[in-house]
């Protein structure tokens, strides 16, 4: 089955520490996404990946990074630098960039404490 | 001002009714437009693009306004199970924008 992995479904880390979420997909495409989401609130674009070995930064980057070595796998570390780390993170990926629709992974729940 | 704005809710409905949703939008660059389905603690799926036509799924109806900047969305014959949060999200120049969602809750 073709789709969007994400691991794990519950992280729980302490202040202070960096922690990777693993993002796979088997679709073959080309841009991939990684969101955060807050209770009540819409979500909100931290990276975006067009292709290998190239990411941009979304509105909320800071505190954030990505990369993208394989187009199946982009990777997000929350870094402690992130000042409210504790959210649902999401990753999406699309054939390409201008392609309307997107498809989701599961999500990460973080909490951080 | 959000860029996409909807009714939080929730919208509490009885089965068999029927529901609309509205959102509206504030960059007149924005190029496409969907909405999203969200069960409560899910990830976001794709429930129908939405055209100037207008389109119709089964008992969803999606209609975009381009000069009043406004998209709908219509449920009839309410079901227990499309109790949900639905996002209005718009495509500007690949960015997706997501409206922070509105709640709906179908009761028996």
């Known amino acids: 089955d073709g789709g969007i992995t994400q691991s794990p479904k519950y992280l729980f880390r302490k202040e202070g520490q960096n922690v990777t979420l693993s993002c796979e997909q088997n679709?073959?495409?080309?841009?991939m996404y990684w969101y955060r989401q807050d209770p009540g609130q819409g979500l909100r674009l931290i990276y975006y990946?067009?292709?290998?070995?190239?990411?941009q930064k979304g509105d909320i980057a800071e505190g954030y990074s990505v990369s993208r070595e394989k187009k199946e796998s982009f990777p997000l570390t929350v870094t402690s630098a992130q000042k409210n780390p504790t959210a649902f993170y999401l990753c999406?990926?699309?054939?390409?960039?201008?392609?309307?629709?997107?498809?989701f992974g599961p999500g990460t729940r973080l909490t951080v404490t | 001002r959000k860029e996409v704005e909807q009714d939080p809710g929730p919208f509490n409905v009885p089965e068999g009714a029927t529901v609309a949703f509205n959102c509206t939008y504030s960059?007149?660059?924005?190029?496409?437009f969907f909405w999203y389905r969200q069960d409560c603690r899910k990830e976001p799926k794709l429930l129908m693009s939405v055209y100037s036509s207008g389109n119709e799924d089964g008992r969803f109806t999606a209609q975009l306004n381009r000069a009043s900047q406004y998209i709908s969305l219509l449920i009839r014959d309410s079901k227990l199970s499309d109790s949900a949060t639905y996002l209005c999200?718009?495509?500007?120049?690949?960015?997706?924008?997501f409206g922070q969602g509105t709640t709906l809750q179908v009761k028996p």
């Open positions: 960059n007149s660059a924005s190029q496409s």
């Open positions: 999406a990926s699309s054939p390409t960039r201008q392609a309307g629709e997107q498809y």
């Open positions: 999200v718009v495509n500007r120049e690949g960015k997706l924008i």
């Open positions: 990946s067009q292709i290998v070995n190239d990411f």
């Open positions: 679709l073959n495409h080309d841009a």
